[in-house]
């Protein structure tokens, strides 16, 4: 769960160091406070994007970071990625004014899909928006397989789906263009036969360059390669012989000045040690050049028969064979599309796989719809929607990347009236309870440790906020709840609350976040019920809220 969180120059919030402990915690504060940037500060250490806009004005970067306990699950994450460090998770972001993001993990420089991943085992938060996003199509189907356990399967879906429209995309072009891929085939194969005929093997080219060079200038390297040697070791004036008698004569005056003779003698030695070597190495090579002028004339007409080639499709003598078999290749594809039988023997095997896996979902979604609709049914009337009904309705329809089902969610607000689309007749208050009905059913099946809830409870009051409370506190003994909250009777119930104020400092506003004890927990609810003006009886009132709770 998480353990603690510190923010510097984020927003307007210039340093704050919050601890968390297990259970139901709640943030309150007046509108315009902060208290979504606690949440915004979380959603960007678990791989949100963010950018320069983030850094509090006037300062150089944001520097924020937070520390988990550790499960088995996210040790071994963290080993498999080489990110182990002891018994805590630290993540850390920084975005500096230049909108350069850094992102790190228990110290180490990690990428935001990383930062994402880990997250996904974490933290899990609802937004204040989402009774709004439960009205797009999308979203429900994302729902109803988050719920049923078969995310994975959707996607496998979506991916068949997607190979079987695209076989069937090149069945079509290949029946509407079969005259014209015939004709494309025999143009590609008359090129690939005589690019076959040509037979260039790789490297040759290289290889007959450097063989052809030597053989065209074999005279001259015969008479060069000779002359040297005849320098080196002729009858007269060879400088093997010259380096002997020089060596000779400083030999024997050695002894008269050794410390500045000595050095020159070895100089001098293995300048004939040397010279004998390369006289060797010399005649090694004349024993092998030889004039070959057959030779040559092979390389000549192999090079011209292959430069002819080259000119004719335009490229380098070099990439010839990479042409060869780009064009093998392409004939391949063609004679897959030039067989229908082949192509439509393919696009029905698509099709099976397709059925077999959207039926496999749609059994899945049946089960699950089923569950849900009874779940969401039941928390509507402890959400003061008495004999009101949720259903999750799937239709038949054609073949899709979401299956052969379509997902729509129905409500009907009280007893006797039957359930029509969400969109149609749920108002605002009711769609903001739906929602967080959905979310909490949906944490109590979640195996993240820390549930976060960003003002869910937009639209309620009176009985059922208290109803909302106690539905959040009852999940705060399974999971580390965290509810930023407007409402009093929300906030009563938390185990642990937070205030956030501004204050202004300096000509700037600031925002600041304490922990309230027993006390500031009344004044903090009195204000949340009565406003500006707090009477004795208002924070009596609040202390029986926090008493009751």
């Given at each position: ?73 996210i040790r071994s994450w963290l080993q498999s990625n080489d990110l182990d460090d002891g018994e805590e998770l630290l993540l850390r972001r920084v975005i500096d004014a230049q909108g350069r993001s850094r992102a790190y993990i228990n110290g180490t420089p990690a990428t935001l899909s990383q930062l994402r991943e880990v997250s996904e085992q974490l933290v899990d938060i609802h937004g ?422």
């Amino acid at each position: 769960m998480l353990r603690s969180l510190h923010i510097r120059d984020f927003v307007i919030v210039d340093e704050a160091h919050i601890e968390f402990d297990k259970g139901f915690t709640v943030f309150s504060g007046e509108t315009g406070a902060g208290k979504s940037i606690l949440i915004d500060a979380l959603s960007l250490l678990l791989g949100a994007r963010g950018d320069t806009r983030v850094i509090r004005e006037g300062c150089e970067k944001t520097d924020l970071s937070a520390h988990f306990d550790l499960s088995d699950d996210i040790r071994s994450w963290l080993q498999s990625n080489d990110l182990d460090d002891g018994e805590e998770l630290l993540l850390r972001r920084v975005i500096d004014a230049q909108g350069r993001s850094r992102a790190y993990i228990n110290g180490t420089p990690a990428t935001l899909s990383q930062l994402r991943e880990v997250s996904e085992q974490l933290v899990d938060i609802h937004g204040q928006h989402a009774h709004q996003s439960l009205l797009k199509s999308t979203n429900q189907y994302a729902l109803l397989d988050a719920q049923g356990g078969h995310t994975e399967l959707a996607k496998q879906v979506a991916s068949v789906w997607s190979n079987w429209q695209s076989l069937q995309q090149r069945l079509r072009q290949a029946q509407e263009q079969s005259a014209g891929l015939q004709a494309e085939r025999e143009r590609l194969q008359w090129q690939h036969d005589e690019l076959q005929t040509l037979d260039l093997q790789p490297n040759e080219w290289e290889q007959t360059a450097v063989e052809h060079q030597r053989l065209a200038h074999a005279q001259s390297l015969l008479d060069g390669a000779t002359r040297a040697l005849n320098l080196l070791d002729g009858e007269e004036q060879a400088a093997q012989r010259a380096l002997f008698s020089a060596t000779q004569e400083i030999t024997r005056l050695l002894h008269h000045d050794p410390a500045a003779l000595q050095p020159i003698l070895d100089t001098l030695e293995s300048a004939r040690i040397a010279s004998t070597e390369a006289i060797s190495d010399l005649n090694s090579y004349l024993s092998s050049v030889e004039l070959d002028p057959d030779r040559l004339a092979n390389l000549e007409e192999r090079m011209a028969d292959i430069f002819s080639m080259a000119r004719k499709y335009r490229c380098e003598p070099e990439e010839l064979p990479t042409l060869l078999q780009t064009l093998t290749q392409q004939l391949e594809q063609l004679s897959e599309d030039a067989d229908l039988e082949q192509l439509e023997g393919k696009v029905a095997q698509a099709q099976e796989h397709y059925n077999t896996l959207a039926q496999q979902l749609s059994d899945a979604r049946a089960r699950t719809s089923k569950q849900l609709s009874q779940q969401v049914s039941h928390a509507m009337q402890e959400l003061s929607m008495q004999g009101g009904q949720f259903a999750v309705e799937l239709s038949p329809c054609k073949p899709s990347a979401h299956g052969n089902e379509q997902v729509e969610f129905l409500v009907a607000g009280h007893a006797g009236v039957r359930p029509a689309p969400l969109a149609k007749v749920a108002s605002g208050g009711e769609l903001a309870r739906i929602s967080l009905a959905l979310a909490v059913i949906a944490s109590q099946a979640a195996q993240v440790p820390t549930l976060i809830f960003d003002e869910v409870d937009t639209g309620i009051g009176g009985a059922v906020a208290e109803v909302v409370g106690k539905l959040l506190r009852e999940l705060g003994l399974r999971h580390q709840v965290l509810c930023v909250t407007h409402l009093p009777q929300v906030a009563a119930q938390g185990q642990h609350h937070l205030q956030v104020s501004k204050q202004s400092q300096g000509g700037h506003t600031l925002s600041r976040i304490q922990v309230l004890d027993q006390e500031a927990r009344v004044e903090e609810i009195s204000r949340m019920l009565g406003g500006i003006a707090i009477t004795n009886t208002t924070r009596q009132h609040a202390k029986e809220m926090l008493s009751q709770s």
